[in-house]
């Protein structure tokens, strides 16, 4: 199992004494899985708040890529938009963060602001964390030149030298994708030992024209705010301190999911390459009844358009369980 996520301390001093705030959702989360959740259900009039505490994974990058009609916007932007448009249905939205939930007769998530808000259902789009190698220089240039996806940055850094830092032998599968944007590719095995690789990792790279260099990285060169290149331990194999010109670097964050509120509620989990996440159905309802997820909350490997459908497909599952539970409950009255 991956490690517990730790959900941020309550403050017992800010409770509100007011009467309970309901909603009919809860979206947690404001990124592109949360309000385009949020979109769906304001437009269905139902009433929902939507919880943001401020800190989407693309953050560091200065444009999103791959989404139609949006390719090249701004994170920034793309969410402001976002708001702008679900405020237009009377969604409303509190700059805050979910640090509990229970389960009662409805879901009762209580905010680290100190209020206390009701729904009825549940949509978790809280995302994950990316760690980053620890590797000086990597966590400062993040988002600019040292990225991590081809599909969302490799267009605009197409046919540059390229440095893959390998972190496990996944590493072998990254640079080999990004061959596809550069004929000049060289994968740093870090921590990662040659005979780590199989003879099928060899043959792919030798076919993509991928060199690899074993030995530990100790770090970027960095001139003009451009990176110029990665620096080699000293004793590296390939040359004590060497340092190998490279205008681009890829790497593989490890990913944290943020499943505090999911263990709260007793979701069940599954294991992955890439941390536990929540199992769902197609529509990301999870095992907890009432409780839907979507984005990386969800999965690693949701890009922004991912997120934005996946968050549309929740909130048109909650719409349709709202309104048979309240027909259901006209019935039995």
């Known amino acids: 199992m991956t490690e517990k996520q730790d959900l941020p301390e309550k ?27 949020a979109l769906v259900l304001g437009r269905a009039r139902r009433r929902t708040l939507v919880v ?16 139609l009609t949006r390719d090249g916007v701004s994170p920034a932007e793309f969410l402001a938009l976002g708001r702008e448009e679900i405020a237009r249905y009377g969604v ?8 509990d939930v229970t389960r009662g007769e409805d879901f009762a998530v209580e905010l680290a602001g100190g209020r206390t808000v009701h729904a009825r259902r549940l949509i978790v789009t809280t995302g994950l ?6 590797v ?3 966590a400062e240039r993040f988002g600019r030149d040292v990225l991590h996806c081809p599909f969302c940055h490799g267009w605009e850094v197409r046919d540059e030298r390229f440095g893959v830092l390998a972190t496990s032998p996944l590493g072998v599968h990254q640079a080999l994708m ?18 780590e690789l ?57 990913a944290v999911p943020r499943t505090g509120l999911m263990e709260r509620l007793g979701a069940e989990l599954q ?34 358009v991912h997120a934005a459908s996946g968050g549309y497909r929740a909130a048109s599952a909650v719409v349709g369980d709202l309104l048979m539970s309240d027909l259901d409950a006209r019935i039995d009255a």
Not at 92 to 99: G, H, I, N, S
Not at 182 to 189: A, K
Not at 206 to 211: E, I, L, Q, T, W
Request: net charge negative; glycine share 14%; charged share 25%.
């Open 52 to 67: 943001d505490a401020g800190e989407p994974r693309n953050a560091p990058s200065d444009h999103l890529q791959g989404y």
């Open 136 to 138: 000086p220089g990597v």
């Open 178 to 195: 990004v061959s596809g944007w550069s004929d000049d590719v060289t994968l740093f095995l870090h921590t990662v030992a040659e005979e």
């Open 198 to 254: 199989s003879d099928d990792d060899l043959r792919r790279l030798s076919a993509a024209g991928v060199k690899v260099v074993p030995g530990e990285v100790a770090g970027l060169r960095v001139e003009d705010d451009r990176l110029t290149g990665v620096r080699l331990a000293g004793g590296a194999p390939s040359g004590e301190g060497s340092v190998h010109e490279r205008s681009v670097l890829f790497v593989a964050p490890r």
């Open 271 to 304: 294991e992955t390459p890439f941390g536990a996440y929540p199992v769902v159905d197609p529509t990301g309802r999870t095992s907890v009844p009432g409780v839907w997820t979507a984005g990386n909350a969800m999965g690693f490997a949701e890009q922004v």
């Open 11 to 37: 403050d017992p001093g800010k409770h509100s004494q007011k009467a309970p705030e309901k909603y009919e959702a809860i979206v947690v989360g404001g990124g592109a899985a949360g309000l385009s959740a």
């Open 129 to 134: 964390k990316d760690e980053l190698p620890d």
């Open 92 to 99: 409303e939205l509190v700059r805050d963060r979910a640090v």
